[in-house]
């Protein structure tokens, strides 16, 4: 194969795995390695919707540009994984470039490992789960689940209706709310907004606000700032939707009173914790091989944030994100050709930063600006202290090499 086949190549690998998850600082970092395993010197600069590629000759001029336009990302860790595996072969000169292309093509179609109705029940399990560690009453714990499934079908109906795609973290926050504040008044007693927002937990992009502020870190201002600015903007959607929904709800018939509840058991959190980490495995597709892998990372990252958060507001994010960063190298360093992020992206979740934008939703009524000025403050301190947590995870590991002369294989 030419030089412009590898250089083909590279690109179409760069657009698939940016497709399923790979932050920017990672993907330059991958296709800077993979450039170099086929001899092709390469210059990549990611932007939010295309790679702007030149490929130069030995002479050191330019022989080549190409523009490969980037797919909306849409997180699927089974096909992240496989594309990951898929670069270390190619790097070990065990694929050729006819049979990497054939590779990607059966990426691109992979059936998922898990049917639609088990992501549902997935969504079910989140909410549950979330309401637990939450500190919710039974029966809230119960309705979240049930809302869960709502938001699912307004999913599915949103694959489907594309008026409905563009909207639809706000249609689902919309429904979760208002249907939380009605069945509220047959339960009697029952805290609307935070089973409103177990509901639609899985929607809440703390992953792409993390990530967007890591990819701002790494010096990716461009890609850092898309993926964050867009996922204020889905916050902002599923905060509108919610509000709205609490609104109407309290202005037609008034919302029932929170209920008192007695703190759950620490048995009850951690079991509830390993249902809630079951189901995000599920619902992000994450392969059944690495499934173990992830619902530890996820365990490890809460049990940093509970052991930290009784120290202050943030100190349990960047305990739990310290853990979550070295058990992630630990991990890709025992497995043959892992990436850490195939367990990072799923345990990140469990830190939650858009958690906090909703818990204003608690003070809506009396205490509205001091409620949403607090949630806003969480949110930033929650982001900085998950991103201090991963770099210094990051730090230790790359010292650890430094001392023992090991070669870099990728950080978390």
Not at 11 to 38: C, N, S, T, W
Not at 110 to 125: C, D, K, S, W
Not at 352 to 370: C, K, N, Q
Request: hydrophobic share 55%.
């Amino acid at each position: 194969m030419s030089r412009s086949d590898d250089a083909e190549l590279v690109v179409k690998i760069g657009q698939v795995a940016h497709k399923y998850g790979m932050p920017g600082f990672e993907l330059d970092r991958e296709l800077a390695r993979l450039a170099r395993a086929l001899r092709v010197d390469l210059t990549v600069i990611a932007t939010p919707r295309l790679l702007d590629c030149v490929v130069v000759d030995q002479a050191g001029a330019t022989e080549r540009r190409m523009l490969a336009p980037l797919d909306e990302v849409a997180y699927n860790i089974e096909k992240l994984s496989r594309t990951v595996h898929l670069m270390r072969r190619i790097e070990a000169g065990d694929v050729d470039d006819d049979a990497a292309r054939r590779e990607l093509d059966a990426i691109e179609v992979l059936p998922a490992p898990y049917p639609a109705p088990a992501v549902g029940i997935a969504y079910a399990a989140c909410g549950a789960g979330f309401a637990v560690i939450l500190g919710s009453a039974s029966g809230d714990v119960v309705l979240a689940s049930a809302l869960s499934i709502v938001v699912f079908l307004v999913g599915c109906a949103a694959a489907r209706f594309a008026w409905l795609s563009r909207r639809v973290y706000v249609v689902s926050a919309f429904a979760a709310a208002l249907l939380a504040g009605l069945a509220g008044h047959v339960i009697h007693e029952s805290d609307t907004p935070i089973v409103a927002l177990c509901s639609f937990v899985v929607l809440v992009p703390g992953l792409g606000l993390a990530l967007g502020a890591l990819e701002l870190a790494e010096g990716q201002t461009l890609i850092g700032w898309h993926r964050f600015i867009a996922a204020a903007v889905q916050t902002f959607e599923l905060f509108a939707g919610a509000a709205i929904g609490t609104a109407l709800v309290r202005s037609v018939v008034g919302l029932p009173d929170a209920p008192d509840v007695a703190p759950s058991s620490t048995i009850s959190q951690w079991a509830f914790l390993m249902i809630l980490m079951i189901g995000l495995v599920v619902v992000f597709q994450v392969p059944p091989r690495i499934v173990p892998w992830a619902v530890a990372a996820g365990m490890l990252a809460y049990a940093g944030l509970e052991v930290g958060s009784r120290s202050g507001s943030w100190q349990g994010p960047f305990l739990g994100a310290l853990a979550l960063g070295l058990f992630s190298t630990l991990y890709a360093r025992g497995t043959s050709h892992a990436n850490p992020l195939v367990v990072v992206l799923p345990g990140v979740l469990i830190l939650v930063p858009g958690v906090a934008a909703y818990a204003s939703l608690r003070t809506f009524d009396a205490e509205f600006e001091t409620g949403i000025a607090a949630s806003g403050q969480g949110v930033l301190i929650q982001i900085v202290a998950i991103l201090a947590g991963l770099f210094t995870a990051a730090s230790i590991v790359e010292l650890g090499r430094a001392l023992t002369g090991a070669a870099p294989s990728g950080g978390p």
